[in-house]
């Protein structure tokens, strides 16, 4: 509430001012209260404000004597003891004043005439409106500063793909050239680090995206057993580069085409199953793809990602789908990144229609749930895929 706001507006929100003489009864000033709709009457004798009648001073005067409510004049019961303010004072001073005497209602004076009368709920509803005004303020700053930066990293994101990519491809000319085996080493590392720099920039703009959000899901057909094919033939060289073994399959009924975000659902999926082959040392990862769900318009797969790595420990569970953060921090450190990774594919599940989540205990591997939602086109046969260590 602020000191420095007059109490004029709050006057003039009520209305006219409803007066009554102390000479009526008591029955008249309840009838009065009730079709002007409020809660007190000022009291006047003459032109002389002498008090305040309450709708509670009515209820206890009756109650306490059974009186006659048409027999007993106002003067009688209306509050004795008379605090007004004056129509210059402000808010804050309108309502120490009530809370040091104990009242509910205050007449206002204007010169020495009677312009109103403010209730302590007319001040909790104006620190209520300013309250909501101030949190407006706030939220369109905020929405200002989220959209600022998200501006500012796509410019920047841009402004660095650009090189990245001309890194990565001149790299790649590069080793396709006579090179010696340190050369080639070298020039290896170089491609790696620009790819995760790369990343790294990817996952920020999509971060950025969220929390601005302006990330979008586009609408296309695409094949999607084709999409999956490429994406584990992909996935499958790098975990044969760990010695890992790498298994997919595809159910009979996933259908062939489908309607949707081909590039958003391999983001999820990829990030999924890059996590498994991180974070897993020996053993295997399969990939599962079935369907959980069919409508008549649309199917909802299930994907399915086990790995037989480090696992998860119980009380790391909370903190998996929250950004910048990682389950063991040892591995943050051998691996890189900035744990945005599943931050964002647990967003881009949710606008498919999906959910997401994992089962999995320290030192025991963990499998990864998620689902997606699709519009359908049509049906095939079953697909799988083995990388050379799979045999």
């Known amino acids: 509430m602020k000191d420095v706001a007059r109490i004029d507006s709050l006057i003039q929100r009520d209305g006219g001012l409803v007066t009554i003489d102390a000479s009526v009864s008591v029955a008249t000033a309840a009838g009065q209260m009730k079709a002007n709709n409020i809660g007190c009457l000022i009291v006047l004798d003459g032109k002389d404000v002498i008090g305040i009648l309450s709708e509670r001073d009515i209820v206890e005067?009756?109650?306490a004597t059974s009186a006659d409510p048409a027999a007993i004049e106002v003067r009688h019961i209306m509050t004795e003891?008379?605090?007004?303010?004056?129509s210059t004072a402000t808010i804050s001073e309108v309502h120490r004043l009530m809370a040091s005497h104990g009242i509910r209602h205050i007449p206002i004076i204007n010169k020495g005439v009677p312009v109103g009368i403010i209730s302590c709920r007319d001040l909790l509803d104006q620190a209520l409106e300013e309250a909501n005004l101030r949190?407006?303020?706030?939220?369109?700053?905020?929405?200002?500063?989220t959209n600022a930066r998200h501006e500012l990293l796509s410019n920047v994101s841009h402004e660095i793909r650009t090189p990245m990519n001309g890194i990565i491809g001149m790299t790649d000319l590069a080793m396709d050239t006579k090179l010696t085996t340190e050369q080639r080493g070298c020039l290896g590392i170089v491609r790696d680090s620009a790819e995760s720099l790369l990343n790294m920039i990817n996952e920020l703009l999509d971060f950025s995206g969220i929390e601005a959000g302006k990330i979008v899901l586009y609408d296309d057909e695409f094949a999607l057993r084709e999409i999956i094919g490429m994406m584990i033939g992909t996935l499958g060289r790098k975990a044969e580069a760990k010695g890992l073994s790498l298994t997919c399959r595809v159910a009979p009924d996933i259908p062939e085409h489908v309607f949707g975000d081909a590039a958003r659902?391999?983001?999820?999926?990829?990030?999924?199953v890059d996590n498994a082959i991180k974070f897993t040392d020996t053993g295997h990862i399969s990939v599962r793809l079935e369907t959980e769900e069919w409508q008549e318009k649309d199917v909802l797969l299930h994907f399915l990602v086990a790995d037989t790595g480090i696992g998860i420990p119980a009380d790391k569970h909370q903190s998996v789908f929250e950004a910048f953060r990682y389950a063991e921090d040892a591995y943050k450190r051998s691996c890189g990144g900035m744990g945005l990774g599943l931050a964002i594919a647990s967003h881009l599940v949710d606008l498919m229609g999906g959910k997401i989540w994992f089962e999995s205990r320290d030192g025991g591997g963990t499998q990864f749930?998620?689902?997606?939602?699709?519009?359908?086109?049509?049906?095939?046969?079953?697909w799988e895929y083995h990388n050379q260590s799979s045999v």
């Open 369 to 382: 749930h998620f689902t997606a939602r699709l519009e359908l086109c049509s049906q095939s046969e079953a």
């Open 135 to 145: 949190l407006m303020e706030v939220t369109k700053q905020a929405e200002k500063a």
């Open 61 to 63: 005067q009756v109650v």
């Open 265 to 272: 659902l391999c983001q999820v999926l990829v990030n999924v």
């Open 81 to 86: 003891h008379i605090v007004s303010a004056p």
